[in-house]
């Protein structure tokens, strides 16, 4: 059975910069709870509550997102701090995890995890099966290219699939080895030239996991 998320993808910019100041780590948490039982039942109000935590969380950082799961049957809610696949935004995941204090409705998570299995996902009006999506990996240096392949990506919509592509591969490997274990990254149609051979993506990462432990 699958476990959906919830996601929020972030476009804010502050034109102060993020604060070199430790203390917005404990200000943001202060915050939290704070709001818990607005933010654990966000459903009541779910533009309010994302734009309000959203703001709460560009003041550590502007470039960072979250993503919430179901209440589990444990009670709790997953909770995952996100860098937005940016490479510079993963110490400010790191520092606001670690300075996370104990919650009795959530387990806090850092970074995208990887989902088995892979979610479905919907993004800028485009809806794709996560079954439908295959790959092809090649050296790149010391890292591994990948290309995606969608049924019906084109250039005109690079955008969209551009960005179902990376949750794509945050699903199936995680953030944080998306931006630490890849190299170049490309999205075909599956009518392209490259697509002989290529497998699904449920099988990405058991093939990058045995690359780099070789």
């Known amino acids: 059975m699958k476990h959906g998320v919830i996601l929020v993808i972030m476009g804010i910019f502050s034109i102060f910069g993020s604060k070199a100041n430790a203390s917005v780590e404990a200000d943001f948490w202060k915050w939290f709870q704070k709001n818990e039982d607005m933010i654990f039942n966000f459903e009541k109000d779910t533009e309010n509550t ?10 550590v950082d502007p470039e960072l997102t979250f993503e919430f799961s179901p209440i589990r049957e444990n009670g709790k809610r997953e909770f995952v701090l996100s860098a937005g696949g940016i490479k510079k935004s993963f110490p400010s995941v790191e ?59 084109s250039d005109k919509e690079h955008t969209t699939y551009g960005n179902l592509g990376y949750l ?11 931006e630490t274990k890849l190299g170049f ?7 392209s030239e490259h697509f002989d ?13 045995e690359y780099y432990d070789n």
């Open 197 to 209: 051979g290529a497998k699904p993506i449920r099988e990405l990462a058991t093939q990058v996991d």
């Open 95 to 153: 520092l606001l995890f670690n300075s996370a204090p104990e919650l009795k409705q959530w387990t806090i998570v850092k970074f995208r995890p990887r989902r088995t299995p892979l979610n479905d996902l919907t993004f800028g009006g485009v809806s794709i099966k996560a079954d439908d999506v295959y790959y092809n990996i090649y050296k790149d240096e010391d890292k591994l290219g990948v290309v995606l392949f969608f049924d019906n990506y």
């Open 50 to 59: 994302f734009d309000k935590l959203s703001l709460a969380l560009s003041k």
């Open 185 to 191: 990254i490309e999205f075909h149609n599956k009518s």
């Open 168 to 178: 794509f591969l945050d699903e199936a490997l995680g953030e944080y080895d998306v």
